[in-house]
Structure formats: C-alpha cells, structure tokens
C-alpha cells in the first residue's frame, strides 16, 4: 500500500524521533544553523527535583530513570547532573545502547538496564558493570559469566503482579527467584513491580507483591532493595514507598498527571524547546497557511513561520489548541509540518524575524504540561519524541 501525501496529512500519521543510531549521530557534523530550534536542560530545576522527590519519600534512595534519551534531555545530560547527587542510588535505562553511551561518558554509579537482551550482550553488560533486570531462567548463564570474571554478578529481579508487560508472573516467581539466590556467584541488588495506576487493581498487585516478599524473605533470601513507586506513585501510593524509589517524569519537573500539579510536590521544568522566527508575513481575509489549507484567515492577519515541526518532535495536535511564546505574549499555533510549524500574531504585530519563540519550558502557562494539556496531547510524548539530532544546551 503506497501513502500519499494528502493522506499521511489528514490521516494524522506521526514520524516520530524513535532514536538514532551512535554510528550516524558520529559521522553527522555537529554545525547547526543559527535558526535550528534546540533543547535547553536546566541543571539547577533537575536538582531542585531530585531534592523535593527525596523529602517526598522521606530520604530513601532514588533510581534514576533516564530511559528514553533522559526523557527528551540527553542521556548522559542527564546522568551527568544527576550522578554527584547523593540520593541518586542508581540509573537506569532501557536501550543497551544508553547503559554504554553512560559507561563510556565516564559514568561510575550502578546502571540498571530494564529492557531486552540476550546471551550475546550478557558478557559485555557485566563487564562494563551494568545490571541486567531479570525475569527468566538464566542463573546459569550468568554464573558462568561471573567464574570467568572472578567477581559476583549484580541483578534486579523484576516480579508482574498484574501489568502483563514484563517479569516474571507472581505465581512464578517463587521458583525463578529460588533458583537465582541458591547461586552464590550472583547477587540480588534489587526486586521490583510496576503498577497499572488503575487503583482497585493497584492495592491487588501491591499486596501480590508483599506477600511473595515475605515468603522469600521467611525462607532467608535477600532480595535486595524492593521497589514499586514511580512518579505516578510518587503522589498516589505514599505508603508504598518500600526500600527505594523508581521516579521518571518527576525528575524533570513534569507532572503524569494535571491533578497532582502544586499538590504535594513543587516540580520545576528541566527542559525547554526553542526556535528563532524565520518569517514574518501579513495574510489577507481569505489567504490561507499550511497544507490543505490548515488554516484560513478570517480577517486581515499577520503570522509568523518557526523551523521546528513534527520531525523535531513538535506533536501535530497542537494545532488543536496548543500556543507558543514570542516575547512576553503566547501565540496559537495553526499549522504544522515536518519541519515548520505557523503561529498567528494579530492583526498588528511587533514580532521579528530571529526573535525567540519558545515551545515550551520552565515558565508558567508555557510548562510543558501546559503546551499538551491545551491541545489534548500527552505530556510524555511531547518530550520524549523531541528529536536527538537537535543541539542540547545546559543552562
């Protein structure tokens, strides 16, 4: 089936940044024009988050999230800010590839990797000392791994009490979970559970959870620091908080949900998107802007042309409703494309062509839950989609 233009338009097809590989990223020269958009990272907001999570959770240590490019920021951005921070415990990812990229930055503290691998990619792990998360039957593999090394192997054991994506089924785990803490060369640092965030379901798996615990426990397995809370659960499961924390979003100051926002935590935006104005143009009643006719002028109007689109990460809803800040005054957006994106300005207008234009970041009515919000859009979306060829700055 061929896809045309007009359809992958009104269709709603989105081309999403699903990562690039480090060979390309290597060959790609790093000079970007003065008009490409690009991501600022606020250290001192990621700080300030990791500080009021910690009071939160009344000081028990923190695994870091940083899957997915570090939300949107970089992943060694992120790790490299985080890392100095004594409640940090550990990092953890998803990708093989990020758990190297941390290794080979210089990171030193315990890297989690939660997603896939397989015997091929086991050796190199633990020699690189990163932790696999497991769910499977491979002690002896691992046992091998270790006697060639001379050195325990360090794990998590991830447990599904109900979420049916990854783990080892609860009734299951008992015998999974025997058979790795009878093997001396390994060593259980952590075990985990994710919650459905469904609340019924949530006081089941949690309960599914505490009990397999405690049966192993009773029998003299350590199963290391437990861990269930993420930053859903951060403002709904207080009383869950266990041995050890496993927050994501909130670490970048972004609320999972519009209701927690200013409740028990003050989170602050570490991440904004940014563009320079490219063109500044007058449309008159009638004349029209975007493909298909995206937008029609009603009256006489003057508009302005951004060079971030959908390929950079700039969700295509946001035509829905979502505004964008030049100066000091917040701009509906009303069309966009792969790579531009068109704001209406009024029928007068002081704007400019390279003035800032900023998508999203850390001011009020410009947070990032306040660009998805407006336009029906999800919040984790619109960071973790921003495009990692676009140039990072710390501030």
């Known amino acids: 089936m061929s896809i045309s233009r007009r359809f992958f338009l009104k269709s709603g097809l989105l081309l999403t940044s699903f990562g690039t590989p480090s060979s390309l990223l290597r060959i790609l020269p790093q000079t970007h024009s ?39 920021l970089g992943v060694l951005n992120v790790a490299r800010i985080l890392e100095p921070l004594p409640t940090i415990a550990c990092l953890a990812v998803v990708k093989l590839q990020e758990a190297v990229v941390l290794r080979d930055g210089g990171i030193v503290k315990p890297i989690l990797l939660m997603g896939p691998f397989d015997e091929r990619n086991l050796e190199e792990m633990i020699a690189r000392d990163i932790m696999p998360m497991v769910y499977t039957p491979v002690g002896s593999l691992l046992e091998k791994i270790s006697a060639k ?5 360090s794990l998590h054991l991830c447990v599904d009490t109900g979420i049916g994506r990854v783990g080892v089924p609860y009734r299951q785990a008992p015998d999974l979970i025997r058979g790795l803490a009878s093997r001396s060369a390994l060593r259980i640092d952590g075990t985990m559970m994710t919650f459905t965030e469904d609340q019924q379901l949530d006081e089941e798996q949690f309960a599914r959870f505490q009990s397999l615990c405690r049966q192993l426990e009773r029998e003299g397995i350590n199963l290391g620091r437990k861990h269930a809370v993420s930053s859903f659960g951060l403002f709904q499961h ?29 989170l602050r935006p570490a991440v904004s998107l940014k563009a320079r104005v490219i063109v500044v143009k007058q449309l008159r009643k009638g004349e029209s802007a975007g493909y298909n006719r995206a937008y029609v002028a009603q009256n006489d109007v003057w508009v302005a042309t951004l060079p971030v689109g959908h390929a950079d990460g700039l969700p295509r809803v946001a035509t829905k409703g979502a505004r964008i800040r030049i100066g000091t005054q917040l701009h509906p957006v009303v069309a966009i494309s792969a790579s531009h994106t068109i704001v209406e300005l009024g029928a007068e207008t002081s704007v400019n062509v390279g003035d800032a234009a900023t998508v999203f970041d850390w001011q009020e009515g410009s947070r ?8 029906g859009g999800s919040v984790y979306d619109l960071t973790m989609h921003l495009n990692p060829l676009l140039p990072r700055t710390i501030v």
């Open 368 to 375: 990032p839950e306040d660009f998805a919000f407006s336009c």
């Open 34 to 72: 003065s008009f490409d958009p690009w991501v600022e990272v606020h250290s001192e907001n990621l700080q300030q988050n990791v500080a009021a999570i910690r009071q939160r959770v009344g000081g028990k240590p923190i695994l870091a999230v940083i899957k997915n490019n570090g939300y949107g």
């Open 238 to 266: 207080a009383d869950k908080f266990l041995d050890m924390v496993r927050p994501g979003m909130a670490i970048y100051g972004i609320y999972p949900e519009k209701e927690f926002r200013n409740t028990v935590m003050e």
């Open 149 to 153: 090394r001379q050195k325990p192997v």
